[in-house]
């Protein structure tokens, strides 16, 4: 069946280094995939996409990592700022499903100053 | 000049009773989600609309009633409230260029 796996963990990161997210998915017919960011009482909100035909994208300070010889997908934030602590969700998307959006566990990021 | 809203932001009320949740976009999307988000945080999709069909329909018990009047509106109709539907409720509107857009959440209380 169709998941994009990541389980709940927390990250701790010192402000200014580097974070890495991980994601493993296990559908190969999504057709993009979607990194999102959950601040406390608030929706989750967009931060960057990647089609299924690139490997790799870079946005302001996060760059995504897409291989889908393992069905692995990561976020890298650079610099990460005390503004980064959230929670942060892959999720894919299926057109032929309707364009469902299919969402990860979630890892939880703390910055510490 | 919210993209898309929801309302209530919180709502509390006791089991058995019927309550609805609003969702209105002003983004011009023909397509709109709702999404359940429990305790541990996991999203999961509930319904999808495009212009007022329905599209997807997961799992979801007979007690949950979507209503989409127009395009810009899609609203959750809940009969029969048990424990288990407390969570956080996101509405979210897309069209194909500009991806997803979610709202605040309402947060549901069954006590």
């Known amino acids: 069946g169709e998941s994009v796996g990541l389980h709940l963990p927390t990250l701790s990161v010192q402000e200014g280094d580097n974070s890495i997210i991980n994601c493993a998915y296990s559908?190969?017919?999504?057709?993009?995939f979607i990194w999102y960011k959950q601040e406390s009482g608030k929706g989750p909100q967009f931060i960057i996409d990647i089609r299924s035909n690139m490997d790799k994208r870079q946005g302001q300070r996060v760059t995504v990592l897409l291989n889908k010889t393992v069905k692995h997908l990561s976020l890298q934030i650079a610099a990460t700022q005390p503004g980064d602590s959230a929670v942060y969700f892959c999720a894919e998307n299926m057109k032929a499903a309707g364009n469902k959006l299919t969402f990860g566990g979630g890892t939880r990021v703390l910055v510490k100053p | 000049d919210t993209a898309v809203s929801q309302t209530p932001k919180y709502l509390v009320t006791q089991m058995g009773n019927d309550k609805s949740i609003k969702c209105e976009q002003n983004?011009?999307?023909?397509?709109m989600y709702w999404y359940k988000q429990d305790s541990k945080k996991f999203l999961k999709i509930m319904f999808s609309y495009n212009n007022k069909e329905l599209i997807i329909n997961e799992t979801v018990p007979n007690r949950f009633s979507p209503k989409s009047p127009d395009k810009a509106h899609l609203n959750l109709h809940i009969n029969s409230l048990e424990l288990g539907d407390s969570a956080v409720y996101f509405c979210?509107?897309?069209?194909?260029?500009?991806?997803?857009?979610f709202g605040s959440g309402t947060r549901l209380t069954v006590v």
């Open positions: 979210a509107s897309r069209d194909l260029d500009h991806g997803y857009t």
């Open positions: 983004l011009g999307h023909d397509t």
């Open positions: 559908n190969s017919a999504s057709d993009y």
